[in-house]
């Protein structure tokens, strides 16, 4: 059973807009999240990350939104560019590790 | 160099046949794991190693996947008489300190079971 859901394969954003990227997982006792980027042929790169702590935190253009209580968290690009173009894994990190099944983000020019 | 590498980054095998890949993560990176990608899907974890000590091994899908890291750096995976559902891309990833901290991943082995 997927413990870590990303339910869009896929999403299509203007340039300059906002992207936003979901994530829903079903074990609250692992409290801490990263998200990471993947260019074809290359290994995931770290991006964003948040525990349980808090419920935001942001970074340049990235933003991350944890909403405990629905057990969902979100990515936020804002303004989303060409070269965020790439598929988008979050994690659930505690003493197991579950990724999510990716969403790909195209950013049309 | 800098990174996390990953050797061979492509391996045809014929069913049956043993395999061992190889990844070398950031010097003086405490923590190093691998990872399993089918294609469409995400990563999923097969183990984890804290320097030379192998603390999780519950991904593994079966024994015929191996993993070690004997000095606490270098570390191997293998896999016995590999067939077509072991076909992946095998990701090692490492990270400085706890397994909490974000990991630096390596390009990835894609691995193909004929």
């Known amino acids: 059973d997927q413990q870590v859901k990303q339910n869009s394969p896929s999403l299509s954003v203007q340039e300059g807009r906002i992207s936003i990227l979901n994530c829903d997982y079903t074990?609250?006792?692992?409290?801490?999240f990263l998200w990471y980027k993947k260019y074809p042929a290359e290994g995931p790169t770290f991006l964003i990350s948040i525990s349980s702590i808090k419920d935001k935190n942001e970074d340049g253009r990235f933003t991350v939104f944890l909403n405990k209580s629905a057990k969902h968290l979100s990515l936020h690009i804002v303004p989303s560019q060409p070269g965020d173009s790439a598929v988008y894994f979050c994690l659930q990190v505690g003493n197991q590790f579950y990724f999510g099944t990716g969403t790909s983000l195209t950013v049309i020019p | 160099g800098a990174g996390v590498s990953q050797s061979p980054r492509y391996k045809v095998a014929k069913r049956g046949q043993d395999v061992a890949l190889r990844c070398d993560p950031i010097?003086?990176?405490?923590?190093l794991f691998w990872y399993q990608q089918a294609l469409g899907q995400g990563p999923e974890f097969l183990t984890y190693f804290q320097n030379e000590a192998q603390l999780d091994k519950s991904g593994l899908p079966s024994d015929r996947f191996f993993a070690e890291r004997p000095e606490g750096s270098v570390s191997t995976l293998k896999i016995q008489r590999t067939q077509q559902e072991d076909s992946a891309v095998y990701l090692c990833?490492?990270?400085?300190?706890?397994?909490?901290?974000?990991?630096?991943f390596g390009p990835g082995t894609r691995l193909t079971v004929l």
């Open positions: 990833a490492s990270s400085p300190g706890s397994p909490a901290g974000y990991q630096f």
């Open positions: 074990n609250s006792m692992f409290d801490y």
């Open positions: 010097s003086g990176h405490v923590s």
